[in-house]
């Protein structure tokens, strides 16, 4: 079955340096997504992308943060200038649509630990 | 604002015997979706079931299966027959348009 990758599986990075998070959605979906889990505490939507742009983002999603679809296949997330409060799981999710019928797929994560 | 509260963060079950989880949700939109992922301690997200709101027939997914009652907006997931590999922590999530909200989670540990 199809898979959401994400590489690489743990980044530990020094703060105040950018970090790229990288992710392979499943070939024929249409719709991804970025989700952030600091440790023990809910998984929180950051933003969804479709057609080239973003769609939604929430308000952690700020300036320091950026999405990009380089090549067709990769979906990054780019952190500009990381803070220790971004310690956190981040997660790629990917649909076909945004219908229940075709529901989010999940990577396995990325640890991202800021030094 | 759509809010997803998992009341319980911690639950324990002996093995083969039955646990629910429970979820509710806050919502002033009449057609959306819930969903209940399960996240073992390799930290995936592992899709269990799903719902949508506005069938009345309560989703089914093997040893899993959900009470969703709407006007109280609730969503609980009743686990049969629990397994070892069921240890996991346990998301409820709304999702309405392309965005989840997930509640905080419920930690399950099935008790050999």
């Known amino acids: 079955e199809p898979e959401v990758t994400q590489t690489p599986s743990h980044q530990v990075t020094q703060m105040g340096q950018e970090v790229i998070l990288r992710c392979v959605p499943i070939s024929n979906h249409l719709y991804f997504y970025w989700y952030r889990q600091i440790l023990g505490q809910k998984v929180e939507f950051l933003v969804s992308?479709?057609?080239?742009?973003?769609?939604?983002k929430s308000e952690i999603f700020d300036d320091q943060f950026s999405v990009e679809r380089p090549d067709g296949s990769n979906f990054t997330l780019k952190i500009r200038s990381t803070k220790l409060e971004d310690s956190a799981m981040y997660f790629c999710?990917?649909?076909?649509?945004?219908?229940?019928?075709?529901?989010?797929?999940f990577g396995d994560g990325t640890r991202l630990s800021i030094l | 604002a759509q809010t997803v509260t998992q009341s319980q963060p911690e639950m324990s079950v002996q093995e083969a015997e039955t646990v629910t989880l429970s979820c509710t949700y806050d919502?002033?939109?009449?057609?959306?979706?819930l969903f209940w992922y399960k996240q073992p301690p390799s930290r995936q997200m592992i899709l269990v079931i799903r719902?949508?709101?506005?069938?009345?027939q309560n989703a089914t997914e093997n040893r899993f299966s959900v009470n969703f009652q709407k006007a109280a907006k609730s969503f609980s997931l009743k686990i049969s027959d629990s397994q070892l590999g069921d240890t996991a922590m346990y998301f409820c999530?709304?999702?309405?348009?392309?965005?989840?909200?997930f509640g905080t989670g419920t930690s399950l540990t099935v008790i050999p």
């Open positions: 992308f479709y057609n080239n742009e973003i769609s939604e």
């Open positions: 999530a709304f999702m309405k348009g392309n965005q989840f909200y």
């Open positions: 999710a990917s649909s076909r649509t945004i219908t229940s019928n075709q529901p989010q797929h």
């Open positions: 719902q949508e709101a506005y069938k009345q």
């Open positions: 919502t002033s939109e009449s057609n959306y979706y």
